[in-house]
């Protein structure tokens, strides 16, 4: 089955940087939407970030600065750069492809805990 592989999760501390992976599958990849999200505890699943094939970038108020994404249509990979982590960060982060073709995936999920 065609999936998404996320890595790059784990711990940090408040003030400090993550950066997340993603690979799809490179015959749907460069012609995708790709997006990051993100689900809290006890929260509903958000867009954090996301990018056009073309690499037009959009992201969500509060990581603004902080926050950036990339993507490699060579390696067939986003990425997340996060910077300046902050508590209220932690959540796991889903990566997800979309595209006019009506591909539509995600990934599993890795887990971005910042410690205060």
């Known amino acids: 089955q065609v999936q998404l592989l996320e890595s790059g999760g784990g711990l940090a501390q408040t003030g400090g940087s993550l950066r997340l992976s993603c690979v799809g599958p490179?015959?749907?990849?460069?012609?995708?939407?790709m997006a990051w999200y993100r689900q809290g505890p006890e929260k509903q699943r958000e867009l954090v970030a996301s990018?056009?094939?073309?690499?037009?970038?959009n992201c969500v108020e509060s990581v603004k600065g902080r926050f950036t994404i990339s993507r490699d249509n060579g390696k067939n990979t986003v990425y997340l750069q996060m910077n300046s982590l902050r508590p209220e960060d932690t959540a796991v982060y889903y990566c997800?492809?979309?595209?006019?073709?009506?591909?539509?995936?995600w990934g599993q999920g890795t887990q971005v805990t910042v410690s205060s």
């Open positions: 490179g015959r749907i990849f460069s012609r995708s939407i």
């Open positions: 990018i056009t094939k073309t690499g037009a970038t």
């Open positions: 997800n492809l979309n595209n006019v073709d009506h591909d539509y995936l």
